[in-house]
């Protein structure tokens, strides 16, 4: 009768014990979250967010108080060409910490971050000037990549500068070079 007992306990503990394990392997904990090779890291505390996925809108006169040129890319993870350009931006956003702000926005995962910017097809990316004003290309970097340039439609004043479509890395160290990064 013991044994019985003893059975009668053991098999459903056996049976839990199997579909939890079945479930971690099929679901393993994740420490950071990553999105198609994009990672999500958290802001360091008392300091800029250098990193790459942005999951709110960008805050463009906060980021410009830091002195810094941006590029911020809007885009998805389940575009073709936004996955062509994401280990480029892997490698901008790592190279230029602390030197340039090199963003993703995923447009469809956080639908309110674009509301901001002038954002018609994706990927597009928005580039402003460190000092927060908008970036205007020489007529030579214009004529290799294309810009739109919008303007308020009350005041006539520049306000964004953005590129739709993908740039390569050559593209963005361009930009870059023509902004005086590095310098």
Wanted: aromatic share 8%; net charge negative.
């Amino acid at each position: 009768m013991k044994k019985k007992r003893i059975l009668q306990i053991l098999v459903p503990c056996i049976i839990l014990a199997v579909i939890a394990g079945i479930y971690l392997i099929k679901n393993p904990p994740v420490s950071k979250q990553e999105s198609d090779g994009i990672e999500e890291a958290a802001a360091p505390e008392g300091g800029a967010d250098f990193s790459l996925a942005a999951t709110e809108a960008i805050d463009f006169e906060t980021m410009s108080s830091y002195g810094l040129p941006m590029i911020i890319h809007y885009g998805s993870d389940s575009c073709i060409p936004c996955k062509q350009m994401a280990p480029v931006l892997e490698t901008m956003n790592k190279e230029m910490e602390n030197v340039a702000f090199i963003k993703f926005v995923d447009v469809w995962k956080y639908t309110e971050t674009a509301n901001n910017v002038p954002v018609q097809v994706i990927p597009t990316q928005v580039i402003v000037n460190a000092d927060g004003t908008p970036f205007v290309p020489s007529d030579e970097l214009a004529g290799q990549i294309e810009f739109v340039q919008y303007t308020s439609r009350d005041t006539g004043e520049h306000v964004f500068t953005v590129n739709q479509g993908g740039l390569t890395e050559e593209q963005i160290r361009m930009i870059l070079a023509e902004m005086r990064v590095g310098e």
